[in-house]
């Protein structure tokens, strides 16, 4: 019947041709329009984190005023002195007990020129026992347990439980306080940079994270844990630093999550999918892992279907 079903089916291709193509123009110009127009929200990340340190002995041993003791007698180091281990620092000397020491002695005394010596044996014996006990508290010494620099607070204390001395060990750290709410974005070995009123600056990195509040310093709403941080060894111990701690989380609201641990992301006019690592908190999103900053993030990407 058709002497050229060669020429039929061409026509026919033809015909699927443009309308494959049509199609797709259609589309695309449809898909272009949706990119273009959709909401979307720019990441960056969030702002640093800031607080104050000081410039601290790494260990220091601090020794307080026990008026029990006595009264501090003798030192056996100086201000600013290097003292070792197990080495003494100073002495207490008991004058209440060298009363009790004359005492005990004039008994003793009365008893040795008694003239019924004999008698009194016991009571004899009872007080030398006495005697060398009162002795061995009329003087104690105190050691270092670490080796360090002295610092003399007070050579003489007379209030109780003063702090009168210490021993700062030579190595330098920074100590710090930071809030519960940041905790969690710290970690070890974490570069910080460092800013002195002077406006020296530097880069340390954090040595260790208390896993328990510092009671001292906590509130009642809000817990603080000390940090530890390198420092320059020859700044002065007791400098004040500004740290700070860039961020790379970044927070956009909860709407961006495609499913349970994917976003969208608008790039070139298209929808790319983006695997990411968050947490939620307060009705947002806090993502440390699979978005940098500057990229465009969909609103509300479950109103559209990716091909």
């Known amino acids: 019947m058709f002497k050229h079903p060669w020429l039929i089916a061409l026509i026919l291709l033809l015909l699927l041709s443009a309308t494959a193509v049509g199609l797709y123009v259609a589309f695309r110009h449809y898909t272009l329009q949706a990119t273009q127009n959709v909401k979307t929200y720019t990441a960056t990340y969030n702002r640093p984190i800031q607080f104050s340190g000081i410039q601290s002995a790494e260990t220091t041993q601090s020794f307080y005023y026990d008026a029990r003791m006595g009264s501090i007698h003798d030192w056996y180091s100086a201000e600013g002195k290097m003292i070792k281990k ?20 004039k008994h003793l005394n009365t008893l040795d020129s008694h003239q019924h010596r004999q008698n009194f044996l016991n009571m ?26 002295v610092h003399i607070i007070d050579k003489h204390p007379s209030k109780k439980n003063q702090l009168f001395a210490q021993i700062h060990s030579s190595k330098r750290i920074i100590k710090a306080y930071i ?67 860039p961020t790379h989380l970044i927070a956009l609201p ?54």
């Not at 060298?98 to 005990?104: F, G, I, K, S």
């Not at 004899?124 to 620099?149: A, C, K, N, P, W």
């Not at 002077?198 to 880069?203: G, R, S, V």
Request: aromatic residues 8%; hydrophobic residues 30%.
């Open 86 to 105: 197990d080495q003494p620092l100073f002495e207490y000397y008991n004058k209440i007990l060298e009363q009790q020491l004359t005492a005990v002695r």
């Open 124 to 149: 004899h014996t009872y007080l030398e026992q006495e005697y060398d006990r009162i002795q061995l508290g009329l003087r104690t010494q105190v050691f270092s347990m670490s080796e360090g620099i």
């Open 179 to 245: 809030s519960e709410t940041e905790l969690k974005q710290l970690k070890l070995n974490q570069s910080v940079e460092i800013k002195t009123k002077t406006t020296e600056q530097f880069k340390g990195k954090i040595l260790s994270i208390s896993h328990y509040p510092d009671v001292t310093k906590s509130e009642t709403n809000k817990s603080y844990y000390e940090v530890q941080i390198s420092t320059n060894g020859v700044i002065p111990v007791g400098t004040h630093f500004q740290i700070t701690i």
């Open 254 to 307: 909860k709407d961006v999550l495609y499913d349970k641990n994917a976003i969208l992301i608008k790039r070139n006019e298209q929808m790319v999918k983006r695997i990411i690592k968050y947490h939620e908190k307060s009705g947002m999103v806090i993502i440390s892992e699979g978005l940098l900053p500057g990229e465009k993030v969909i609103a509300q990407p479950k109103n559209f279907t990716l091909n």
